[in-house]
């Protein structure tokens, strides 16, 4: 890994990756998806996983959350580091936005259970009004909240989805490419939304995509991967000046042109 520029925000640590290797299957079926992943996100920063499809970005989202359970190395959220299990306090530090609000969103329960139900599980007991701020919040409104899924675009279930990450009062938002299930009318949109949110709230996002137009529009600093590597870190301004070092960098970039 070649060491990334370091800036303010690095004094206060929201996530440190460190030596992450993560794996799936034994033996022979053993697949190698992450290999020594290090990168550190600042408090209130926003930090891009970009590389290929099947380059491990997901993967080191996954792994974060508890949702691929073989990984060595080390994961500290807030200086604490994390285990093979996640305390329910984890879950208020840190949530998941997915690739595909049809999928992410059960087809039985409207939004009003969604959130209310999230919000229960969290501690919270002053559910109606904090039903009808999360929706003010992702820009629906109440007269969503008894809608269900099927009711619903693919840009209003990812706002579903969203304001269900931010239930909590998450400080940690793992985007896993937001809006690349969604028609390109709506994509700007979603993330407008989650730069406001970000700006607003503090929010620190640690972001997937394929797009790096995406990258360069949301985030700071971004890693590029390649084969479970990470290959280099840089900031967006060096991305924009088209200054990659890392060959393969330079090829991404040029594909994106
Ligand atoms: N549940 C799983 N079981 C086995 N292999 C997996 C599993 N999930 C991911 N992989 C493999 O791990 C590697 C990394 O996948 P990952 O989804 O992290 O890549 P990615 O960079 O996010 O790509 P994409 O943009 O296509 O999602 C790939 O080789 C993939 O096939």
């Known amino acids: 890994m070649v060491g990334g520029p370091k800036r303010e925000w690095a004094y206060m640590k929201m996530l440190e990756v460190k030596g992450l290797n993560v794996w799936f299957g034994t033996q022979r079926d053993r697949v190698d998806a992450v290999k020594d992943a290090s990168f550190e996100v600042g408090q209130g920063e926003s930090f891009g996983l ?25 994961i500290v959220v807030e200086a604490a580091a994390i285990g093979k299990k996640r305390p329910k306090s984890f879950f208020k530090t840190v949530q998941m936005v997915f690739q595909d609000p049809y999928a992410s969103l059960h087809p039985r329960h409207s939004v009003d259970q969604v959130l ?38 693919g840009g209003q279930r990812q706002r ?10 998450p400080e940690l938002l793992l ?37 790096l137009s995406v990258i360069g529009h949301m985030c700071d600093r971004l ?30 970039l040029k594909a994106s042109l």
């Open 160 to 169: 579903v989805a969203i304001a269900r990450a931010l239930a909590p009062e």
């Open 223 to 252: 890693a590029v991967m390649k084969d479970g590597r990470i290959v280099e870190i840089m900031d967006v301004e060096a991305l924009r000046q088209m200054e990659a070092k890392h060959a393969y960098s330079q090829q991404l």
């Open 116 to 153: 209310g139900e999230t919000l229960y599980l969290h501690g919270f007991r002053d559910i109606d009004a904090r039903v009808v701020k999360l929706l003010e919040d992702v820009g629906l409104g109440q007269k969503f909240r008894f809608r269900y899924p099927h009711q619903l675009s």
């Open 50 to 74: 970009v590389g290929e499809s099947g380059s491990g970005k997901s993967t080191i989202l996954r792994a974060i959350t508890g949702l691929a359970p073989d990984w060595s190395g080390d």
């Open 175 to 211: 985007l896993d490419e937001p809006t690349s299930a969604l028609d390109v009318s709506v994509q700007a949109e979603i993330l407008n939304l989650l730069a406001d949110l970000r700006a607003d709230r503090g929010l620190t996002y640690l972001m997937v995509s394929h797009d």
